[in-house]
T-cell receptor, first 112, second 112 residues
Framework: DVKVTQSSRYLVKRTGEKVFLECVQDMDHENMFWYRQDPGLGLRLIYFSYDVKMKEKGDIPEGYSVSREKKERFSLILESASTNQTSMYLC???????????FGPGTRLLVL | GNSVTQMEGPVTLSEEAFLTINCTYTATGYPSLFWYVQYPGEGLQLLLKATKADDKGSNKGFEATYRKETTSFHLEKGSVQVSDSAVYFCALRNSGNTPLVFGKGTRLSVIA
């Protein structure tokens, strides 16, 4: 079974802090994705990556950056956290040629 | 651009009732269509998919048929159970290795 893990289930940070959200997948998937999920807005794509050291902006990249130094790991970085970044963050991965995305359990981030 | 519209929730049904969650899409080309489900406290998981017109996806008693003429992919189940309570997301992916585009989700509550 594919496993996508996220470093924390719950996180509380202060405004202005630098925040790292980590995602690891164990199935050698080329593609990895970061979404945020908000009530009434569904899932919105922040960034994605098709290969190591590659990244593409999604629909809402402002205020975020990403890092993919190894194939299995995709990090989402909030350079200076703000209260409007309070959200559920979901990571996903997929194999090129397989349309199914596999999701992690999510990290619920609260920025005070 | 590509977009997915699904009926707003929440939807509340009694056990053994018939379920329909409407989903329509706008896309260039010939997308693949998906239903994902998110159980409480978990990430999303694929429920079913269809890759071309008139295909029917099915899983766990749920079904959806890809209707190109009406650009729809409605989710149905003949008899829901309490354990089906979750948020359901309709999604599409266009050809190539593009990310999924999600609808806003529909929360289903099934009461005994």
């Amino acid at each position: 079974d594919v496993k996508v893990t996220q470093s924390s289930r719950y996180l509380v940070k202060r405004t202005g802090e630098k925040v790292f959200l980590e995602c690891v997948q164990d199935m050698d998937h080329e593609n990895m994705f970061w979404y945020r999920q908000d009530p009434g807005l569904g899932l919105r794509l922040i960034y994605f990556s098709y290969d190591v050291k590659m990244k593409e902006k999604g629909d809402i990249p402002e205020g975020y950056s990403v890092s993919r130094e190894k194939k299995e790991r995709f990090s989402l970085i909030l350079e200076s956290a703000s209260t409007n970044q309070t959200s559920m963050y979901l990571c996903a991965s997929s194999l090129t040629g397989d349309e199914t995305q596999y999701f992690g359990p999510g990290t619920r981030l609260l920025v005070l | 651009g590509n977009s997915v519209t699904q009926m707003e929730g929440p939807v509340t049904l009694s056990e053994e009732a018939f379920l329909t969650i409407n989903c329509t899409y706008t896309a260039t080309g010939y997308p693949s269509l998906f239903w994902y489900v998110q159980y409480p406290g978990e990430g999303l998981q694929l429920l079913l998919k269809a890759t071309k017109a008139d295909d029917k996806g099915s899983n766990k008693g749920f079904e959806a048929t890809y209707r190109k003429e009406t650009t729809s992919f409605h989710l149905e189940k003949g008899s829901v159970q309490v354990s089906d309570s979750a948020v359901y997301f309709c999604a599409l992916r266009n050809s190539g290795n593009t990310p999924l585009v999600f609808g806003k989700g529909t929360r289903l509550s099934v009461i005994a």
